[in-house]
């Protein structure tokens, strides 16, 4: 079976940090994705790690340990705008994708 | 910009009809994925199609079809709609080789 792993809700405060967690175990593994939905929105996506250690993009950075089946998605500089929904997606195969069920990112002032 | 659009942000239809949900994507990209989104399970792939005319399972394929008659457009087939079917539906592209995958706006479709 497929599964992945990441907490239902975080919460934090505008300018902090907050790292969501995705743990997976998946019949294959060729990477792992993450996009940004807001509410009534497509998802967007955010970055991807295809290889063991940490992307940057500007505030966003993702890391992932394949060994430990396991990547997170780090926020800094949080602002008001990032309060949204986030999934990790694991690439399975040929252009498939499988995603986790989602964490909502409530960012307060 | 790569833009996915898809034929209606609404439907709502009743119980054994036909249902119809075109995607259309303007970057010709070669892939293309239909997804279902319901709250607590994340997005779930239905169908997704590699080149025109093909076609791949996904892991919710029970109860729909779909369609790739041209490069740009997928659809997908509710041959007989039902009250689970009740859902957002999302279509994506991608190009081949890349693991962006873009959405469009979806179709948040009920089935009375």
């Known amino acids: 079976g497929q599964s992945l792993e990441q907490p239902s809700e975080v919460t934090a405060v505008e300018g902090a940090i907050v790292q969501i967690n995705c743990t997976y175990q998946t019949s294959g593994f060729y990477g792992l994705s993450w996009y940004q939905q807001h509410d009534g929105g497509a998802p967007t996506f955010l970055s991807y790690?295809?290889?063991?250690g940490l992307e940057e993009t500007g505030r966003f950075s993702s890391f992932l340990s394949r060994s430990d089946s396991y990547g997170y998605l780090l926020l800094q500089e949080l602002q008001m705008k990032d309060s949204a929904s986030y999934f990790c997606?694991?690439?399975?195969?040929?252009?498939?994708?499988?995603f986790g069920t989602g964490t909502r990112l409530l960012v307060s002032p | 910009d790569v833009k996915v659009t898809q034929s209606s942000r609404y439907l709502v239809k009743r119980t054994g009809e036909k249902v119809f949900l075109e995607c259309v994507q303007d970057?010709?990209?070669?892939?293309m994925f239909w997804y279902r989104q319901d709250p607590g399970l994340g997005l779930r792939l239905i169908y997704f199609s590699y080149d025109v005319k093909m076609k791949e399972k996904g892991d919710i394929p029970e109860g729909y079809s779909v369609s790739r008659e041209k490069k740009e457009r997928f659809s997908l087939i509710l041959e007989s709609a039902s009250t689970n079917q009740t859902s957002m539906y999302l279509c994506?592209?991608?190009?081949?080789?890349?693991?962006?995958?873009?959405f469009g706006p979806g179709t948040r479709l009920t089935v009375l």
């Open positions: 970057m010709d990209h070669e892939n």
């Open positions: 994506a592209s991608s190009l081949q080789g890349w693991n962006e995958q873009f």
């Open positions: 790690n295809g290889l063991d």
């Open positions: 997606a694991v690439h399975t195969g040929f252009q498939k994708l499988v």
